[in-house]
């Protein structure tokens, strides 16, 4: 294949997607008191829980810099032409440091091709992107069509979340203790989406488990046109059962003719914490 893809540790992809395209990642890093840990490779899933557990803390994460990018890049063969997906700017500088790390290569050869997209979304959202990747490529995409065609697929692409616990905010500072103890107390459960400059928002806060699973579920009827032809990716965190209950009964109400079930890694569980559950599909 002359089409290099390349993401980062943000998403989460199924091995077998990752190994049939031989997809890059580079890691972010995730900083425990006690010590730097690279997503992926010194830092798998296991661990990670083990270590949240043990310190009672979540990481904070950081970008890969520009000369990790950089170095990736290098290590591609000249004559692959290279598409790297990247986490939503909007939060995370690896998109940044992942474009100066191309311009960093560029200097040094100038005929490399490489194209740098943000995508405005990240776990399972960038999985359903490389899933359409592999399927225009198998159709004889060239390279500068697969890249307009996934420019135009990012503005369409719905990512929604809803969280079980808000432990994992609470621990890692961006949800004050009394209001996690009042959530917590009234069973209040937090639906989310990425807006369409990537962001995360809250959309809704339901009380009850059934209620907020059953509006996460509804929503995917104001987003998407239709789904007849469209497949839908979900991860989730530490809870296959529950997840497994949900796609079915996501299935049972809309069309989809296909899905990708993944565990998401340890950056995405940093923010979502245990049962989290997020989904994405093409909304036109």
Known sequence: MTIQLMTDSSADLPVLLKNKLHVEIVPLYLHFSDGQYTCGQTMNIELFHQKVKKLGEVPRSAAP???????????????????MLSISSEISSTYANAVTGKNMLLEE?????????????????????????????????????LVNHLTERIEQTATLFVLKSL??????????KIKGKIAKTLNIKVLMKATEKGAIDVVEKVRGEKKSLQRFID?????????ENKIITMTYCRDKDR??????????????YDDILEESGPLISTYGGEGALVISFFKK
């Open 167 to 176: 432990d994992n905010l609470v621990l890692g500072g961006r949800l004050e």
């Open 243 to 256: 997840a497994l209950n949900v796609l079915e009964k996501i299935r049972s109400k809309y069309a989809f």
């Open 109 to 145: 050869e100038p005929d490399r091709v490489i194209e740098v997209l943000n995508t405005k979304t990240a776990s399972c959202g960038i999985c359903l992107l490389i899933h359409e990747a592999n399927k225009k490529i198998e159709e004889g995409y060239q390279f500068n069509e």
């Open 219 to 227: 929503q995917i009827g104001e987003y998407a046109e239709d789904t």
């Open 65 to 83: 810099s520009p000369s990790d990018f950089y170095e990736a890049y290098k290590k591609i063969s000249p004559e692959k032409k290279i598409l």
